[in-house]
Protein backbone atom coordinates (compact mmCIF):
# COMPACT_ATOMS: atom_id res chain seq x y z
CA UNK A 1 0.00 0.00 0.00
CA UNK A 2 1.61 3.16 -1.30
CA UNK A 3 2.02 5.19 2.43
CA UNK A 4 1.04 9.00 2.19
CA UNK A 5 2.95 11.88 1.76
CA UNK A 6 3.50 13.13 5.03
CA UNK A 7 4.28 9.56 6.26
CA UNK A 8 7.09 9.48 3.62
CA UNK A 9 8.10 12.92 4.41
CA UNK A 10 8.50 12.10 8.02
CA UNK A 11 10.37 9.16 7.20
CA UNK A 12 12.85 10.91 5.13
CA UNK A 13 13.65 13.39 7.64
CA UNK A 14 14.25 10.98 10.48
CA UNK A 15 16.66 8.92 8.03
CA UNK A 16 18.44 12.67 7.95
CA UNK A 17 18.39 13.20 11.02
CA UNK A 18 20.05 9.35 12.02
CA UNK A 19 22.84 10.33 9.52
CA UNK A 20 21.64 7.36 6.97
CA UNK A 21 24.13 6.39 4.08
CA UNK A 22 23.52 4.09 1.03
CA UNK A 23 24.31 0.37 1.50
CA UNK A 24 28.12 0.40 0.88
CA UNK A 25 28.57 -3.48 1.58
CA UNK A 26 26.23 -5.95 0.01
CA UNK A 27 27.04 -9.85 0.63
CA UNK A 28 28.72 -10.39 -2.69
CA UNK A 29 31.59 -8.34 -1.41
CA UNK A 30 32.21 -10.36 1.24
CA UNK A 31 35.55 -12.79 1.25
CA UNK A 32 39.08 -12.81 2.14
CA UNK A 33 40.23 -10.75 -1.04
CA UNK A 34 38.30 -7.51 0.42
CA UNK A 35 39.76 -5.81 3.74
CA UNK A 36 36.81 -3.68 4.13
CA UNK A 37 33.83 -3.39 2.00
CA UNK A 38 35.46 -1.98 -1.36
CA UNK A 39 38.70 -2.13 -0.23
CA UNK A 40 41.40 -5.61 -1.30
CA UNK A 41 44.05 -6.49 -0.63
CA UNK A 42 47.20 -5.57 -2.08
CA UNK A 43 48.75 -7.93 -4.92
CA UNK A 44 52.55 -7.71 -5.49
CA UNK A 45 53.72 -7.40 -9.60
CA UNK A 46 56.03 -5.40 -12.26
CA UNK A 47 55.42 -2.04 -11.91
CA UNK A 48 52.22 -2.45 -9.53
CA UNK A 49 50.65 -0.50 -6.91
CA UNK A 50 48.05 -0.89 -4.29
CA UNK A 51 45.89 2.45 -3.91
CA UNK A 52 42.88 3.42 -1.77
CA UNK A 53 41.03 6.58 -2.30
CA UNK A 54 37.80 8.53 -1.28
CA UNK A 55 34.32 7.91 -3.48
CA UNK A 56 31.40 9.87 -3.14
CA UNK A 57 29.53 7.10 -5.45
CA UNK A 58 30.85 3.98 -3.26
CA UNK A 59 30.37 6.05 0.57
CA UNK A 60 33.82 5.54 1.52
CA UNK A 61 37.45 4.22 0.50
CA UNK A 62 37.96 2.08 -2.90
CA UNK A 63 41.07 0.62 -3.39
CA UNK A 64 42.53 0.03 -7.31
CA UNK A 65 45.84 -1.47 -8.45
CA UNK A 66 48.36 0.60 -11.09
CA UNK A 67 50.62 -0.70 -13.17
CA UNK A 68 53.44 2.45 -13.71
CA UNK A 69 55.48 1.94 -17.23
CA UNK A 70 59.38 1.98 -16.18
CA UNK A 71 59.43 5.19 -18.36
CA UNK A 72 57.59 7.34 -15.88
CA UNK A 73 60.61 7.84 -14.17
CA UNK A 74 62.67 8.68 -17.03
CA UNK A 75 61.19 11.68 -17.88
CA UNK A 76 59.24 14.18 -14.60
CA UNK A 77 57.06 15.93 -17.46
CA UNK A 78 55.74 13.05 -19.20
CA UNK A 79 52.28 12.43 -19.75
CA UNK A 80 51.26 8.55 -20.97
CA UNK A 81 47.59 7.32 -22.05
CA UNK A 82 45.58 4.22 -19.60
CA UNK A 83 43.98 1.37 -19.83
CA UNK A 84 41.11 0.71 -17.74
CA UNK A 85 41.31 -2.97 -16.87
CA UNK A 86 37.85 -4.55 -15.89
CA UNK A 87 37.95 -7.49 -14.29
CA UNK A 88 35.91 -10.55 -14.28
CA UNK A 89 33.63 -12.14 -11.89
CA UNK A 90 35.46 -13.14 -8.32
CA UNK A 91 37.23 -10.15 -8.13
CA UNK A 92 40.48 -10.55 -10.04
CA UNK A 93 42.75 -10.20 -7.66
CA UNK A 94 45.18 -12.70 -8.49
CA UNK A 95 45.15 -12.61 -12.16
CA UNK A 96 46.70 -9.05 -11.77
CA UNK A 97 50.48 -9.72 -11.32
CA UNK A 98 50.25 -11.82 -14.84
CA UNK A 99 48.23 -9.62 -16.75
CA UNK A 100 51.10 -6.46 -15.34
CA UNK A 101 53.87 -8.61 -16.62
CA UNK A 102 51.95 -8.97 -20.04
CA UNK A 103 51.80 -5.60 -20.06
CA UNK A 104 55.14 -4.89 -19.13
CA UNK A 105 56.82 -6.94 -21.85
CA UNK A 106 54.71 -5.67 -24.49
CA UNK A 107 55.76 -2.14 -23.75
CA UNK A 108 59.33 -3.50 -23.32
CA UNK A 109 58.85 -5.32 -26.81
CA UNK A 110 57.92 -1.85 -28.19
CA UNK A 111 54.76 -3.21 -29.10
CA UNK A 112 52.93 -0.75 -26.98
CA UNK A 113 54.07 2.89 -26.31
CA UNK A 114 54.65 3.13 -22.66
CA UNK A 115 51.14 3.39 -20.97
CA UNK A 116 49.47 3.14 -16.94
CA UNK A 117 46.68 0.40 -16.44
CA UNK A 118 44.40 0.51 -14.38
CA UNK A 119 42.80 -2.24 -12.30
CA UNK A 120 39.48 -1.27 -11.83
CA UNK A 121 37.86 -2.96 -8.42
CA UNK A 122 34.27 -3.68 -9.91
CA UNK A 123 33.73 -6.01 -6.71
CA UNK A 124 33.35 -9.68 -7.09
CA UNK A 125 29.74 -9.34 -8.55
CA UNK A 126 29.51 -5.74 -9.47
CA UNK A 127 28.42 -5.60 -13.03
CA UNK A 128 29.75 -2.74 -13.69
CA UNK A 129 26.60 -1.30 -13.27
CA UNK A 130 24.76 0.83 -10.81
CA UNK A 131 22.34 -1.38 -8.81
CA UNK A 132 18.54 -0.95 -9.31
CA UNK A 133 18.11 -0.66 -5.92
CA UNK A 134 20.58 2.34 -5.81
CA UNK A 135 22.43 0.60 -2.97
CA UNK A 136 25.71 0.19 -5.02
CA UNK A 137 26.91 2.37 -7.53
CA UNK A 138 29.37 1.06 -9.25
CA UNK A 139 29.23 2.51 -12.94
CA UNK A 140 29.15 5.75 -11.27
CA UNK A 141 32.11 5.07 -8.82
CA UNK A 142 34.51 4.11 -12.10
CA UNK A 143 33.00 6.92 -14.18
CA UNK A 144 32.70 10.19 -11.96
CA UNK A 145 34.64 9.61 -9.20
CA UNK A 146 38.07 6.92 -10.26
CA UNK A 147 38.73 8.43 -13.53
CA UNK A 148 38.74 12.10 -12.39
CA UNK A 149 40.96 10.63 -9.48
CA UNK A 150 43.41 8.56 -12.13
CA UNK A 151 43.60 12.05 -14.26
CA UNK A 152 44.51 14.63 -11.03
CA UNK A 153 46.52 11.83 -9.31
CA UNK A 154 48.78 10.26 -12.13
CA UNK A 155 50.11 11.95 -14.95
CA UNK A 156 47.85 10.70 -17.59
CA UNK A 157 46.80 11.84 -20.78
CA UNK A 158 43.31 13.16 -19.31
CA UNK A 159 41.27 13.26 -22.27
CA UNK A 160 39.79 10.65 -24.55
CA UNK A 161 42.23 10.20 -26.95
CA UNK A 162 44.60 9.12 -23.85
CA UNK A 163 42.01 6.37 -22.49
CA UNK A 164 41.13 3.19 -23.39
CA UNK A 165 38.73 0.19 -21.66
CA UNK A 166 38.93 -3.20 -21.44
CA UNK A 167 37.47 -6.76 -19.26
CA UNK A 168 37.46 -9.96 -19.72
CA UNK A 169 33.85 -12.18 -19.05
CA UNK A 170 31.98 -9.77 -16.77
CA UNK A 171 34.73 -7.33 -17.16
CA UNK A 172 34.02 -7.86 -21.07
CA UNK A 173 30.13 -6.65 -20.31
CA UNK A 174 31.30 -3.91 -18.57
CA UNK A 175 33.99 -2.47 -21.29
CA UNK A 176 31.30 -2.60 -23.15
CA UNK A 177 28.52 -1.19 -20.88
CA UNK A 178 30.89 1.71 -19.99
CA UNK A 179 32.22 2.33 -23.66
CA UNK A 180 29.67 2.44 -25.25
CA UNK A 181 26.97 4.60 -22.53
CA UNK A 182 30.39 7.26 -22.26
CA UNK A 183 32.36 7.11 -25.67
CA UNK A 184 33.53 10.35 -25.45
CA UNK A 185 35.82 9.43 -22.53
CA UNK A 186 37.46 6.61 -24.37
CA UNK A 187 39.80 6.04 -27.31
CA UNK A 188 38.38 2.47 -27.96
CA UNK A 189 36.41 -0.36 -26.56
CA UNK A 190 37.97 -4.08 -25.93
CA UNK A 191 35.60 -6.97 -25.00
CA UNK A 192 37.34 -10.10 -24.33
CA UNK A 193 35.21 -13.19 -23.58
CA UNK A 194 32.31 -10.69 -22.72
CA UNK A 195 29.52 -11.95 -20.70
CA UNK A 196 26.31 -11.44 -20.14
CA UNK A 197 25.90 -10.11 -23.61
CA UNK A 198 22.61 -11.70 -24.26
CA UNK A 199 19.66 -9.04 -24.17
CA UNK A 200 17.44 -11.51 -21.22
CA UNK A 201 19.01 -13.24 -18.17
CA UNK A 202 17.17 -16.64 -18.42
CA UNK A 203 20.09 -18.41 -19.40
CA UNK A 204 23.59 -17.85 -18.22
CA UNK A 205 26.24 -20.20 -19.62
CA UNK A 206 28.85 -19.75 -17.01
CA UNK A 207 26.65 -19.13 -13.73
CA UNK A 208 24.47 -21.91 -12.37
CA UNK A 209 20.63 -21.50 -11.45
CA UNK A 210 21.48 -20.38 -8.54
CA UNK A 211 24.06 -18.07 -8.91
CA UNK A 212 21.91 -16.32 -11.54
CA UNK A 213 19.21 -15.89 -9.43
CA UNK A 214 21.42 -13.91 -6.72
CA UNK A 215 22.24 -11.59 -9.31
CA UNK A 216 19.55 -11.55 -11.12
CA UNK A 217 17.57 -10.19 -7.48
CA UNK A 218 20.67 -8.86 -5.68
CA UNK A 219 21.62 -6.44 -9.26
CA UNK A 220 18.96 -5.97 -11.18
CA UNK A 221 16.05 -6.24 -8.84
CA UNK A 222 14.40 -9.67 -10.61
CA UNK A 223 13.57 -7.24 -13.53
CA UNK A 224 13.89 -8.55 -17.07
CA UNK A 225 13.43 -4.81 -18.31
CA UNK A 226 16.13 -3.36 -16.62
CA UNK A 227 18.74 -5.93 -17.42
CA UNK A 228 17.75 -5.41 -20.87
CA UNK A 229 17.66 -1.73 -20.19
CA UNK A 230 21.32 -1.59 -19.35
CA UNK A 231 22.46 -4.36 -21.10
CA UNK A 232 25.03 -3.15 -23.91
CA UNK A 233 22.49 -4.80 -26.53
CA UNK A 234 20.09 -2.02 -25.49
CA UNK A 235 23.01 0.58 -25.08
CA UNK A 236 24.93 -0.33 -28.49
CA UNK A 237 21.13 0.24 -30.46
CA UNK A 238 20.79 3.59 -28.52
CA UNK A 239 24.30 5.26 -29.03
CA UNK A 240 24.95 2.95 -32.76
CA UNK A 241 25.27 6.84 -34.29
CA UNK A 242 28.00 7.91 -31.18
CA UNK A 243 29.56 4.59 -31.69
CA UNK A 244 30.41 3.91 -35.77
CA UNK A 245 34.10 5.03 -36.33
CA UNK A 246 34.83 4.16 -32.61
CA UNK A 247 37.51 1.38 -32.37
CA UNK A 248 35.81 -1.69 -31.13
CA UNK A 249 37.33 -5.32 -30.53
CA UNK A 250 35.64 -8.57 -29.68
CA UNK A 251 37.69 -11.38 -29.36
CA UNK A 252 36.96 -14.77 -28.16
CA UNK A 253 37.67 -18.72 -28.05
CA UNK A 254 35.44 -20.86 -29.80
CA UNK A 255 35.19 -23.24 -27.05
CA UNK A 256 33.93 -20.40 -24.72
CA UNK A 257 30.62 -21.10 -22.96
CA UNK A 258 30.01 -17.63 -23.58
CA UNK A 259 30.65 -17.60 -27.24
CA UNK A 260 27.33 -17.89 -28.99
CA UNK A 261 26.29 -14.95 -26.87
CA UNK A 262 29.33 -12.99 -28.32
CA UNK A 263 28.69 -13.96 -31.43
CA UNK A 264 24.86 -12.74 -31.69
CA UNK A 265 26.32 -9.51 -30.28
CA UNK A 266 28.61 -9.59 -33.28
CA UNK A 267 25.59 -9.92 -35.85
CA UNK A 268 24.11 -7.39 -33.49
CA UNK A 269 26.33 -4.82 -33.66
CA UNK A 270 27.18 -5.54 -37.50
CA UNK A 271 23.68 -4.93 -38.29
CA UNK A 272 23.56 -1.63 -36.43
CA UNK A 273 26.38 -0.70 -38.71
CA UNK A 274 28.50 -0.52 -35.89
CA UNK A 275 32.28 -1.52 -37.55
CA UNK A 276 34.39 -3.43 -34.75
CA UNK A 277 37.01 -6.41 -35.15
CA UNK A 278 35.53 -9.95 -34.43
CA UNK A 279 38.35 -12.39 -33.42
CA UNK A 280 37.71 -15.86 -32.66
CA UNK A 281 40.13 -18.07 -31.08
CA UNK A 282 39.95 -22.14 -32.13
CA UNK A 283 40.21 -24.10 -29.42
CA UNK A 284 40.14 -21.95 -26.90
CA UNK A 285 37.99 -21.79 -23.76
CA UNK A 286 37.38 -19.03 -20.98
CA UNK A 287 40.92 -18.13 -20.58
CA UNK A 288 42.17 -14.08 -20.51
CA UNK A 289 45.81 -15.10 -20.29
CA UNK A 290 45.48 -18.05 -23.09
CA UNK A 291 43.35 -15.69 -25.02
CA UNK A 292 46.08 -12.44 -25.15
CA UNK A 293 48.73 -14.81 -26.01
CA UNK A 294 46.96 -16.62 -28.52
CA UNK A 295 46.21 -13.62 -30.37
CA UNK A 296 49.98 -12.10 -30.18
CA UNK A 297 50.97 -8.83 -31.61
CA UNK A 298 47.21 -8.44 -32.82
CA UNK A 299 46.30 -8.39 -29.34
CA UNK A 300 48.49 -4.92 -28.90
CA UNK A 301 47.91 -3.29 -32.18
CA UNK A 302 44.66 -2.71 -31.42
CA UNK A 303 45.27 -0.75 -28.14
CA UNK A 304 48.38 1.14 -31.22
CA UNK A 305 45.62 1.76 -33.60
CA UNK A 306 43.31 2.89 -30.97
CA UNK A 307 45.48 5.55 -29.58
CA UNK A 308 46.82 6.31 -32.49
CA UNK A 309 43.92 7.52 -34.47
CA UNK A 310 41.89 9.00 -31.38
CA UNK A 311 45.18 11.26 -31.11
CA UNK A 312 44.98 12.67 -34.84
CA UNK A 313 41.63 13.09 -34.05
CA UNK A 314 42.74 15.30 -31.27
CA UNK A 315 41.50 16.49 -28.06
CA UNK A 316 37.49 16.08 -27.92
CA UNK A 317 37.23 19.76 -26.50
CA UNK A 318 38.54 21.31 -29.30
CA UNK A 319 35.49 19.74 -31.48
CA UNK A 320 33.00 21.36 -29.13
CA UNK A 321 31.59 25.21 -29.74
CA UNK A 322 29.57 27.35 -27.94
CA UNK A 323 26.86 29.27 -29.80
CA UNK A 324 24.07 31.58 -28.99
CA UNK A 325 21.15 30.75 -31.00
CA UNK A 326 18.92 34.13 -32.21
CA UNK A 327 14.64 33.67 -33.06
CA UNK A 328 12.11 35.79 -33.94
CA UNK A 329 8.48 33.87 -32.26
CA UNK A 330 5.19 35.42 -33.51
CA UNK A 331 6.60 38.93 -33.18
CA UNK A 332 9.68 38.46 -30.32
CA UNK A 333 12.93 38.73 -30.08
CA UNK A 334 13.94 34.95 -28.37
CA UNK A 335 17.48 33.04 -27.58
CA UNK A 336 19.07 30.35 -26.29
CA UNK A 337 23.14 29.27 -25.35
CA UNK A 338 23.65 26.29 -26.96
CA UNK A 339 27.07 23.73 -25.45
CA UNK A 340 28.40 20.96 -27.34
CA UNK A 341 26.54 21.21 -30.89
CA UNK A 342 29.48 19.83 -32.92
CA UNK A 343 27.00 18.48 -35.67
CA UNK A 344 28.41 15.25 -37.46
CA UNK A 345 26.47 12.07 -35.64
CA UNK A 346 23.28 12.65 -34.02
CA UNK A 347 23.23 13.60 -30.42
CA UNK A 348 20.77 14.09 -27.38
CA UNK A 349 19.94 17.05 -26.37
CA UNK A 350 18.79 18.25 -23.22
CA UNK A 351 16.55 21.43 -22.27
CA UNK A 352 17.25 23.05 -19.26
CA UNK A 353 15.00 25.74 -18.25
CA UNK A 354 16.31 28.64 -15.33
CA UNK A 355 13.96 29.65 -12.75
CA UNK A 356 11.89 32.88 -12.10
CA UNK A 357 14.31 35.49 -12.04
CA UNK A 358 16.86 33.52 -13.17
CA UNK A 359 19.06 33.79 -16.79
CA UNK A 360 20.08 31.87 -19.65
CA UNK A 361 23.95 32.85 -18.39
CA UNK A 362 22.83 32.46 -14.55
CA UNK A 363 21.30 28.42 -15.35
CA UNK A 364 24.53 27.49 -17.00
CA UNK A 365 26.48 28.61 -13.88
CA UNK A 366 24.27 27.13 -11.23
CA UNK A 367 23.38 23.92 -13.06
CA UNK A 368 27.05 22.01 -13.92
CA UNK A 369 25.06 20.92 -17.30
CA UNK A 370 28.13 22.28 -19.53
CA UNK A 371 30.68 19.73 -18.19
CA UNK A 372 28.22 16.98 -17.80
CA UNK A 373 27.48 17.86 -21.53
CA UNK A 374 30.84 17.72 -22.28
CA UNK A 375 31.96 14.59 -20.69
CA UNK A 376 28.86 12.58 -21.27
CA UNK A 377 28.41 13.98 -25.91
CA UNK A 378 24.91 15.51 -25.47
CA UNK A 379 23.98 19.22 -26.46
CA UNK A 380 22.51 21.43 -23.74
CA UNK A 381 20.18 24.28 -24.57
CA UNK A 382 20.06 27.02 -22.02
CA UNK A 383 16.79 28.80 -23.59
CA UNK A 384 15.90 32.31 -21.57
CA UNK A 385 12.33 33.24 -20.83
CA UNK A 386 11.05 36.59 -20.99
CA UNK A 387 12.37 39.66 -19.56
CA UNK A 388 10.86 41.59 -16.94
CA UNK A 389 13.22 43.48 -15.06
CA UNK A 390 16.56 44.12 -14.08
CA UNK A 391 18.13 41.26 -16.51
CA UNK A 392 15.42 39.14 -14.76
CA UNK A 393 13.36 36.33 -16.63
CA UNK A 394 10.45 33.98 -16.12
CA UNK A 395 8.15 31.31 -18.27
CA UNK A 396 4.64 31.76 -18.97
CA UNK A 397 3.31 28.25 -16.97
CA UNK A 398 -0.22 29.84 -17.84
CA UNK A 399 -0.45 31.23 -13.84
CA UNK A 400 1.63 34.17 -13.74
CA UNK A 401 0.02 38.00 -13.14
CA UNK A 402 3.46 39.35 -14.64
CA UNK A 403 2.09 41.00 -17.88
CA UNK A 404 5.13 40.89 -19.94
CA UNK A 405 5.52 36.79 -19.35
CA UNK A 406 1.77 36.30 -19.48
CA UNK A 407 2.15 37.54 -23.49
CA UNK A 408 4.73 35.18 -24.09
CA UNK A 409 4.43 31.61 -26.30
CA UNK A 410 6.75 29.88 -24.82
CA UNK A 411 5.55 26.56 -26.16
CA UNK A 412 6.28 27.92 -29.50
CA UNK A 413 9.88 29.04 -28.58
CA UNK A 414 10.71 25.93 -27.09
CA UNK A 415 9.05 23.81 -30.51
CA UNK A 416 11.48 26.49 -32.54
CA UNK A 417 14.53 25.57 -30.00
CA UNK A 418 14.22 21.81 -30.74
CA UNK A 419 13.21 22.08 -34.34
CA UNK A 420 16.45 24.63 -35.20
CA UNK A 421 18.57 21.78 -32.96
CA UNK A 422 17.38 18.77 -34.94
CA UNK A 423 17.67 20.82 -38.32
CA UNK A 424 21.11 22.93 -37.67
CA UNK A 425 22.40 21.23 -34.73
CA UNK A 426 22.82 17.58 -34.99
CA UNK A 427 19.89 17.01 -32.31
CA UNK A 428 18.27 13.08 -32.22
CA UNK A 429 14.57 14.27 -32.61
CA UNK A 430 14.53 10.53 -30.61
CA UNK A 431 16.70 11.94 -27.92
CA UNK A 432 15.38 15.49 -26.93
CA UNK A 433 14.99 16.30 -23.11
CA UNK A 434 13.51 18.87 -21.05
CA UNK A 435 14.36 20.01 -17.50
CA UNK A 436 14.11 23.03 -15.37
CA UNK A 437 14.02 24.10 -12.19
CA UNK A 438 11.37 26.05 -10.23
CA UNK A 439 9.55 28.44 -12.65
CA UNK A 440 11.67 26.20 -15.18
CA UNK A 441 10.28 23.12 -13.64
CA UNK A 442 6.56 24.48 -13.96
CA UNK A 443 7.00 24.98 -17.55
CA UNK A 444 9.21 22.01 -18.20
CA UNK A 445 5.94 20.38 -16.75
CA UNK A 446 3.38 22.42 -19.03
CA UNK A 447 5.47 21.58 -22.22
CA UNK A 448 5.65 17.94 -21.53
CA UNK A 449 1.66 18.17 -21.58
CA UNK A 450 1.37 19.57 -24.22
CA UNK A 451 4.17 18.29 -26.02
CA UNK A 452 4.23 14.80 -25.06
CA UNK A 453 5.21 13.31 -28.74
CA UNK A 454 8.19 15.55 -29.33
CA UNK A 455 9.79 14.37 -26.22
CA UNK A 456 11.80 11.32 -25.10
CA UNK A 457 11.70 12.25 -21.15
CA UNK A 458 11.41 15.23 -18.81
CA UNK A 459 12.58 16.33 -15.26
CA UNK A 460 10.85 18.66 -13.56
CA UNK A 461 12.99 19.79 -10.49
CA UNK A 462 11.71 21.98 -7.62
CA UNK A 463 8.23 22.81 -9.04
CA UNK A 464 4.87 22.06 -9.07
CA UNK A 465 1.60 21.96 -11.42
CA UNK A 466 -0.97 24.40 -11.28
CA UNK A 467 -3.79 22.19 -12.92
CA UNK A 468 -4.92 18.85 -14.30
CA UNK A 469 -7.17 19.84 -16.91
CA UNK A 470 -5.16 18.54 -19.76
CA UNK A 471 -3.09 15.26 -19.72
CA UNK A 472 -0.57 14.44 -22.40
CA UNK A 473 -1.51 12.56 -25.14
CA UNK A 474 1.03 9.43 -24.89
CA UNK A 475 3.18 8.36 -22.08
CA UNK A 476 6.05 10.07 -21.18
CA UNK A 477 8.66 9.25 -18.88
CA UNK A 478 9.08 11.24 -15.83
CA UNK A 479 11.33 12.26 -13.19
CA UNK A 480 9.96 14.32 -10.58
CA UNK A 481 12.57 16.08 -7.74
CA UNK A 482 11.22 17.62 -4.56
CA UNK A 483 12.69 19.11 -1.44
CA UNK A 484 10.40 18.06 1.85
CA UNK A 485 11.56 21.56 3.42
CA UNK A 486 10.80 23.62 -0.07
CA UNK A 487 9.02 26.75 1.11
CA UNK A 488 8.48 28.50 -2.56
CA UNK A 489 7.23 25.30 -3.78
CA UNK A 490 5.82 23.75 -0.65
CA UNK A 491 4.75 20.08 -1.20
CA UNK A 492 0.95 20.31 0.28
CA UNK A 493 0.49 22.79 -2.15
CA UNK A 494 -1.36 26.11 -2.27
CA UNK A 495 0.67 30.11 -2.40
CA UNK A 496 4.17 29.68 -2.13
CA UNK A 497 5.93 31.22 1.11
CA UNK A 498 7.88 33.79 -0.19
CA UNK A 499 6.29 37.10 -0.65
CA UNK A 500 7.25 38.06 -3.93
CA UNK A 501 6.63 34.60 -5.82
CA UNK A 502 3.19 34.74 -3.92
CA UNK A 503 2.31 38.29 -5.09
CA UNK A 504 3.20 37.05 -9.05
CA UNK A 505 1.24 33.61 -8.47
CA UNK A 506 -2.42 33.64 -9.71
CA UNK A 507 -3.75 30.27 -9.06
CA UNK A 508 -2.49 27.52 -6.07
CA UNK A 509 0.10 24.75 -6.82
CA UNK A 510 -1.52 21.42 -7.02
CA UNK A 511 0.00 18.99 -3.79
CA UNK A 512 3.33 17.51 -5.09
CA UNK A 513 2.13 13.98 -4.37
CA UNK A 514 -1.27 14.52 -6.30
CA UNK A 515 0.82 15.09 -9.27
CA UNK A 516 2.62 12.85 -8.98
CA UNK A 517 -0.59 10.57 -9.15
CA UNK A 518 -1.37 12.65 -12.14
CA UNK A 519 1.29 11.30 -13.92
CA UNK A 520 1.12 7.73 -12.97
CA UNK A 521 -2.59 7.80 -14.56
CA UNK A 522 -1.17 9.44 -17.71
CA UNK A 523 1.95 7.60 -18.10
CA UNK A 524 -0.28 4.35 -17.38
CA UNK A 525 2.64 3.50 -14.46
CA UNK A 526 2.01 0.66 -12.19
CA UNK A 527 0.25 1.60 -9.56
CA UNK A 528 1.88 -0.03 -7.15
CA UNK A 529 5.91 1.69 -6.80
CA UNK A 530 8.89 0.51 -5.33
CA UNK A 531 9.95 2.90 -2.74
CA UNK A 532 13.51 3.01 -1.53
CA UNK A 533 14.34 5.62 1.33
CA UNK A 534 18.42 6.16 1.49
CA UNK A 535 20.19 8.87 3.36
CA UNK A 536 17.23 10.92 3.75
CA UNK A 537 16.07 10.57 0.28
CA UNK A 538 13.54 8.86 -1.03
CA UNK A 539 12.70 7.14 -4.69
CA UNK A 540 9.38 5.99 -5.64
CA UNK A 541 9.02 4.49 -8.71
CA UNK A 542 6.24 3.73 -10.67
CA UNK A 543 7.74 1.44 -13.00
CA UNK A 544 6.81 0.79 -16.77
CA UNK A 545 3.80 -1.22 -18.16
CA UNK A 546 4.29 -2.40 -21.39
CA UNK A 547 1.64 0.75 -22.91
CA UNK A 548 3.22 2.93 -20.58
CA UNK A 549 6.35 4.94 -19.04
CA UNK A 550 7.91 5.09 -15.87
CA UNK A 551 6.80 8.33 -13.67
CA UNK A 552 9.84 8.48 -10.28
CA UNK A 553 9.76 10.87 -7.77
CA UNK A 554 12.81 11.71 -5.62
CA UNK A 555 11.98 13.77 -2.07
CA UNK A 556 14.92 14.99 0.00
CA UNK A 557 13.83 15.30 3.43
CA UNK A 558 16.29 17.74 4.25
CA UNK A 559 16.46 20.27 1.06
CA UNK A 560 14.55 23.41 0.58
CA UNK A 561 14.40 25.30 -3.11
CA UNK A 562 17.21 25.73 -5.32
CA UNK A 563 19.00 23.50 -7.80
CA UNK A 564 19.99 20.34 -5.76
CA UNK A 565 23.94 20.21 -5.06
CA UNK A 566 24.46 24.05 -5.61
CA UNK A 567 24.91 26.99 -3.05
CA UNK A 568 21.90 28.61 -1.51
CA UNK A 569 20.39 31.82 -3.18
CA UNK A 570 19.12 32.71 0.06
CA UNK A 571 19.76 32.93 3.78
CA UNK A 572 17.51 30.19 5.62
CA UNK A 573 16.80 28.35 2.36
CA UNK A 574 19.54 25.09 1.87
CA UNK A 575 19.11 23.58 -1.57
CA UNK A 576 19.22 19.45 -1.89
CA UNK A 577 22.88 18.63 -1.03
CA UNK A 578 22.83 14.98 -1.24
CA UNK A 579 23.01 14.20 -5.24
CA UNK A 580 24.00 16.73 -8.02
CA UNK A 581 20.99 17.51 -10.08
CA UNK A 582 22.56 17.57 -13.15
CA UNK A 583 23.83 13.64 -13.00
CA UNK A 584 20.92 12.68 -11.10
CA UNK A 585 18.85 14.25 -14.00
CA UNK A 586 21.33 12.50 -16.87
CA UNK A 587 21.48 9.41 -15.51
CA UNK A 588 17.16 8.85 -15.50
CA UNK A 589 16.75 10.85 -19.28
CA UNK A 590 19.64 8.82 -20.81
CA UNK A 591 17.64 5.89 -20.82
CA UNK A 592 15.33 6.74 -22.80
CA UNK A 593 14.36 7.80 -26.19
CA UNK A 594 11.06 8.26 -28.59
CA UNK A 595 10.25 7.53 -32.31
CA UNK A 596 10.16 11.26 -33.80
CA UNK A 597 6.81 12.36 -33.89
CA UNK A 598 4.72 11.92 -37.28
Known amino acids: MRKPLLLLAAATLAF ?43 GGDVSYHLYTPVAHDGDPAARFPVVYWLHGSGGGLPGIP ?56 HRTIAERHGRLIEGFSMGGYGAARLGFSHPHLFAGVSLLGAGPMQPDFSRTPRAGPARREEIFDRVYGNDPAFFLQVSPWAIAERQAPLLRGMPVRQAIGDRDETFANNRAFHERMESLGVAHEWTVVPGLGHDPVGLIRALGDRFWSFHRSALARAAEAGPAAAEIPELE ?61 TAFGEGRHAWNSGHLLRRQVRDADDIAFLDAVIDRLVAEHGADPARIYVTGGSNGGMMTFVYAVQRARRLAAVAPVVASMFTFERAPEVPLPILIINGARDN ?11 P ?18 FWVRANKSETAPEIVTSGGVMTRTHGATREGAVTEWVLDGAGGHGWPGRNPQREGNRPISSFDGAERVWEFLKQHSRPPAR
Do not use: C
Request: aromatic content about 6%.
Open 98 to 153: QLARLFDEAIAAGRLPPMFVVFVNGLPNGMYLDWKDGSVRVESMIIRDLIPHIDAT
Open 16 to 58: AARGAAPTAAPATMDGPEYTSAWVTRAMTGPQVSHHVFASRYA
Open 325 to 385: MRLKVKGADRRAIVINAAGGVPRPAVLVLHGGMGSAERMRRDTGFDALARREGFIVAYPEG
Open 500 to 517: LVKAAQSTPYQPVEQVVD
Open 488 to 498: EVPLEGGLSRN
